[in-house]
């Protein structure tokens, strides 16, 4: 029996702040999608991995971050555009409501400030920085961060993770993304199954499975009227194969995806489909931390343990 690991890159506007022109659907959807994703989970009592993009837990700034080693320009858009616009910046009011909800979710980091790790400008001081940045706020709030999502999933400096006591990271997915991570997975039959591995530096990599807002825009609104919702048809059967097999199935999303009625329908079949196999079989419902507890207890901690390997596998059926 596996089980099912939810994870949500929460940013507001930091997930798009270094782009030349936000989509705005998905800028102003931020606080809604948080809102209603929040709901779902309780309705439904399933706990997720929250990663907050730190700065968003502060009640202020002054949009310079002059001792923070990040490019030129990186916070400009602060001072800028988005001046007046503290609800993309700042939302310790959501963030609590993660804190405060019934259900046991997972409070992780998605960075300070949505630095992309993975790049070459991004040198191991400004990784540190965005990670001690994040850990002192967590602090403050009486939080530890055992998980921490790459922004756009941009794996790089895992030794600062480690350094900073990070246990564990969502690597990428097997699978691709979208369109043709459809086709891999419907026409090839392909499992969607993950297996968490122990890197060389001693991190859980908990592999993505599948990013449930992948197949979007023209095709999706085609897709819907033959099948229905083929990223529900997906997330069912990454939960069935879940019962069958050992192994995570391990969706993301933001909660900035989540636009209109329509996304928090899918959410809502997708989290109720789950539930329903839950309470039928021994499926369970784990955060990233859960599954790096339990994986660096089978595999030891040692580094020795047959597990380790930095590549992220997938399970064939
Ligand atoms: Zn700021
Ligand atoms: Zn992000």
Same mark, same amino acid.
């Given at each position: 029996?596996?089980?099912?690991?939810?994870?949500?890159?929460?940013?507001?506007?930091?997930?798009?702040?270094?782009? =030349? %022109?936000?989509?705005?659907? *998905?800028?102003?959807? @931020?606080? +809604?999608?948080?809102? !209603?994703?929040?709901?779902?989970? #309780?309705?439904?009592?399933?706990?997720?991995?929250?990663?907050?993009?730190?700065?968003?837990?502060?009640?202020?700034?002054?949009?310079?971050?002059?001792?923070?080693?990040?490019?030129?320009?990186?916070?400009?858009?602060?001072?800028?555009?988005?001046?007046?616009?503290?609800?993309?910046?700042?939302?310790?009011?959501?963030?609590?409501?993660?804190?405060?909800?019934?259900?046991?979710?997972?409070?992780?980091?998605?960075?300070?400030?949505?630095?992309?790790?993975?790049?070459?400008?991004?040198?191991?001081?400004?990784?540190?920085?965005?990670?001690?940045?994040?850990?002192?706020?967590?602090?403050?709030?009486?939080?530890?961060? =055992? %998980?921490?999502?790459?922004? *756009?999933?941009?794996? @790089?400096? +895992?030794?600062?993770? !480690?350094?900073?006591?990070?246990? #564990?990271?969502?690597?990428?997915?097997?699978?691709?993304?979208?369109?043709?991570?459809?086709?891999?997975?419907?026409?090839?039959?392909?499992?969607?199954?993950?297996?968490?591995?122990?890197?060389?530096?001693?991190?859980?990599?908990?592999?993505?499975?599948?990013?449930?807002?992948?197949?979007?825009?023209?095709?999706?609104?085609?897709?819907?009227?033959?099948?229905?919702?083929?990223?529900?048809?997906?997330?069912?059967?990454?939960?069935?194969?879940?019962?069958?097999?050992?192994?995570?199935?391990?969706?993301?999303?933001?909660?900035?995806?989540?636009?209109?009625?329509?996304?928090?329908?899918?959410?809502?079949?997708?989290?109720?489909?789950?539930?329903?196999? *839950?309470?039928?079989?021994?499926?369970?419902?784990?955060?990233?931390?859960?599954?790096?507890?339990?994986?660096?207890?089978?595999?030891?901690?040692?580094?020795?343990?047959s597990g380790i390997d930095s590549r992220a596998t997938a399970r064939q059926p």
């Amino acid at each position: 029996m596996g089980s099912v690991v939810i994870s949500l890159d929460a940013e507001l506007g930091w997930g798009f702040h270094d782009l =030349d %022109s936000p989509p705005s659907a *998905r800028v102003e959807a @931020g606080r +809604r999608g948080w809102v !209603a994703l929040l709901e779902l989970c #309780a309705e439904y009592d399933v706990p997720a991995t929250w990663a907050v993009v730190g700065h968003l837990m502060l009640e202020g700034c002054d949009g310079r971050h002059a001792d923070h080693p990040a490019p030129e320009g990186w916070f400009a858009r602060e001072r800028g555009e988005w001046a007046d616009r503290e609800d993309l910046r700042f939302c310790p009011d959501l963030v609590r409501a993660i804190l405060d909800s019934d259900v046991d979710h997972e409070f992780a980091s998605h960075s300070y400030s949505h630095v992309l790790f993975g790049r070459p400008e991004t040198d191991r001081e400004l990784a540190a920085a965005e990670l001690e940045r994040s850990l002192e706020l967590a602090e403050e709030w009486n939080q530890t961060v =055992d %998980s921490f999502i790459y922004p *756009r999933n941009d794996v @790089g400096h +895992r030794d600062v993770l !480690a350094e900073y006591g990070v246990g #564990a990271y969502r690597g990428r997915s097997p699978t691709h993304d979208g369109v043709r991570g459809l086709f891999d997975s419907t026409l090839r039959d392909r499992s969607m199954i993950v297996e968490p591995l122990v890197d060389e530096y001693g991190l859980v990599n908990v592999p993505a499975s599948l990013f449930l807002f992948g197949f979007e825009g023209p095709a999706r609104t085609v897709a819907e009227s033959v099948w229905s919702d083929p990223m529900v048809v997906l997330a069912r059967r990454g939960i069935d194969e879940a019962v069958a097999a050992d192994g995570v199935f391990h969706m993301w999303l933001h909660p900035n995806n989540l636009t209109r009625g329509r996304d928090d329908e899918r959410m809502r079949a997708i989290l109720s489909y789950l539930d329903e196999r *839950r309470s039928e079989t021994e499926l369970t419902v784990e955060t990233m931390a859960d599954v790096a507890r339990r994986t660096n207890t089978v595999d030891g901690i040692d580094g020795t343990a047959s597990g380790i390997d930095s590549r992220a596998t997938a399970r064939q059926p």
